[in-house]
């Protein structure tokens, strides 16, 4: 009884607090307006933690008074360090930090140059130890400030605060929130999300209100700096500045290909994790997931697929990545935005997978990829002379004969195949005659590792056709 007693005085104390508050805040000139709120909203806020639905009123009065006093002007500042003391103690209520994430936002936008700067580091240091629907929102405000305060370079000190953040899983985080935002575009008039962001991870990067060019632009710069300042290993930078290095806005271009060559030039290729990332770029969701539409990631642009295509061409765990690999070469050939040098990469990456790629993973691959071959093959003509087609059908016969090579049953009673390449020797260019007759010369191998059922023939009609 005495607790309860006890407990009811001071709820009616409080309200009694806050009741002489707000008549002071009512009678208080704007311009003693900032001094005011730097102790009583702090205050305010943390009494939602009461019981007393009367103590909750009462702050949720003395906070409509404040956002009608303050909306409008931005020149009152509110207590930023002591807002976030009051959102990160450790048991405070969610009603709490729900109201106080509200005012934080609030803030940032009314803070000096020098306390967004210190924030900074501040707000990611611990950013997986939020509520999960606070993350996005402190992500959001850490991108902006980065953007404000970095996006022409950054003060040692201050980097060497993003240096000292160790946690993985924060860093984990905001990697890969600062790697949406360098994939960020303005969207399309029709709507939808950019390339190789799905509609989920577009909406964390702008939150309710859409992002202006040049905000996009300082944010993109700033990110770089500071990830540059972090020293993070090459191969969680990778992506980000690879992403920046096909971005539409010149000095994110040029800043993106400076730290790639800079910064990310030892990056393992061979590490799984960089890899899957790097084909989630490029692919999007596989079809086969069973994933919400707004959360399916779309494929990477042309212009960064062009730029993926020669990193797999030297890694080869991007050879053995069935089946994004397969996915990988289809979109080379027949995808919707596909190009006439992304089919040529293709068909070197093609090359390299038949080469490097396990027999387990070939027997999966191979015949699927040997029909794309050959209507890639169908689709040119004899008489097409420009370098681009030339070199991609010298891959596509360097790729037959690989796979001849590697998986001759593929070619078991396949006479087709034998006449299409004696077919390509008599009427494709003079430059493509040597890789056809490899090819063939390897074919004319495998027939004879199956047993080819009319060797005899075979082998006149080869030597008849060499001899052309």
């Known amino acids: 009884m005495a607790d309860s007693s006890s407990s009811s005085t001071s709820e009616y104390e409080k ?72 959102y990160t103690e450790p048991h405070a209520a969610s009603m709490v930090k729900n109201f106080c994430i509200v005012y934080i936002e609030m803030a940032f936008d009314r803070a000096s140059f020098k306390e967004k700067e210190d924030m900074g580091p501040v707000l990611i240091a611990n950013v997986s130890k939020l509520p999960q629907q606070h993350q996005d929102i402190i992500l959001r405000i850490a991108a902006r400030v980065i953007g404000e305060c970095h996006a022409s370079g950054i003060d040692n000190e201050v980097a060497a605060k ?138 990477g642009n042309a212009a960064l697929k062009t730029k993926l295509m020669s990193i797999f061409c030297r890694s080869i765990t991007a050879a053995n990545s069935f089946p994004a690999t397969l996915q990988c070469i289809f979109g080379c050939m027949y995808g919707t935005d596909t190009t006439i040098r992304l089919k040529q990469l293709g068909m070197e990456f093609t090359v390299w997978v038949f080469k490097h790629a396990n027999l387990d993973q070939l027997k999966l691959m191979g015949p699927v990829i040997l029909n794309g071959i050959l209507k890639l093959l169908d689709g040119y003509s004899y008489s097409d002379s420009d370098s681009v087609a030339r070199d991609t059908k010298s891959f596509a016969f360097q790729a037959i004969g690989l796979l001849a090579q590697r998986l001759p049953q593929l070619f078991r009673d396949k006479i087709e195949m034998a006449v299409r390449l004696f077919d390509a020797l008599k009427l494709e260019a003079s430059s493509l005659r040597l890789v056809i007759q490899e090819a063939t010369t390897s074919l004319a191998t495998a027939y004879k590792v199956m047993r080819f059922s009319h060797p005899v023939d075979f082998f006149f009609s080869f030597y008849f056709v060499s001899e052309i």
Not at 231 to 253: F, K, M, N
Not at 278 to 297: C, D, K, M, Y
């Open 15 to 86: 309200e009694e607090l806050l009741d002489r508050m707000l008549t002071r805040l009512a009678l208080c000139d704007d311009s003693k307006l900032e001094a005011l709120l730097s102790k009583l909203l702090p205050l305010a806020i943390s009494s939602l933690s009461a019981h007393s639905t009367l103590v909750r009123n009462k702050v949720l009065e003395i906070l409509s008074h404040v956002n009608k006093r303050v909306k409008h002007q931005l020149e009152i500042r509110l207590p930023l360090a002591e807002l976030w003391k009051v």
């Open 162 to 299: 993003y240096r000292s953040i160790s946690g993985s899983q924060d860093r984990e985080l905001f990697i890969e929130f600062f790697r949406h935002t360098m994939l960020y575009q303005m969207p399309p008039q029709g709507g939808g999300s950019p390339p190789g962001l799905s509609v989920v991870q577009a909406n964390r990067v702008i939150g309710k209100n859409p992002l202006k060019s040049d905000v996009i632009l300082t944010m993109k710069l700033g990110i770089l700096n500071v990830i540059e300042a972090m020293e993070l290993t090459p191969e969680l930078v990778y992506p980000i500045y690879l992403s920046a290095c096909v971005d539409r806005q010149d000095p994110v271009v040029k800043r993106g290909e400076e730290l790639l060559k800079k910064k990310a030039f030892g990056a393992n290729l061979e590490d799984p994790n960089l890899v899957n990332r790097l084909f989630l770029l490029f692919n999007g969701t596989l079809a086969a997931e069973n994933i919400p539409q707004e959360s399916r990631v779309n494929p």
